[in-house]
């Protein structure tokens, strides 16, 4: 399972104290796209590591569409152990 960090929500990516905040609207398709992103994050996190994921934060989901599924797989890859 993700690790939960000091404060906030469980996280498949880490290190963010230092990220970049996002906040906005989309529409009602983009919505249904960014779950079924959330989706494809959680499946593909237990493909890598083994470990199902309880959840999945936004966040981590901005982040998974911003690298692609190339670069999260060798990112999830890299931190497995973590």
Known sequence: MAKTPTMGRASIFRGKEDGVRIQ???????GQEFEKAR???????????????????????IEYLARGTEDT??????HAKD
């Not at 906005?24 to 983009?30: A, E, N, P, Q």
């Not at 590591?49 to 981590?60: C, E, F, M, N």
């Open 24 to 30: 906005g609207l989309i529409t009602k398709r983009g």
């Open 39 to 61: 989706r494809e994050l959680a499946l593909l996190y237990q493909d890598v590591t083994g470990r199902a994921v309880k959840t999945v934060s936004d966040a981590d989901v």
């Open 73 to 78: 797989q060798e990112y999830l890859r890299r």
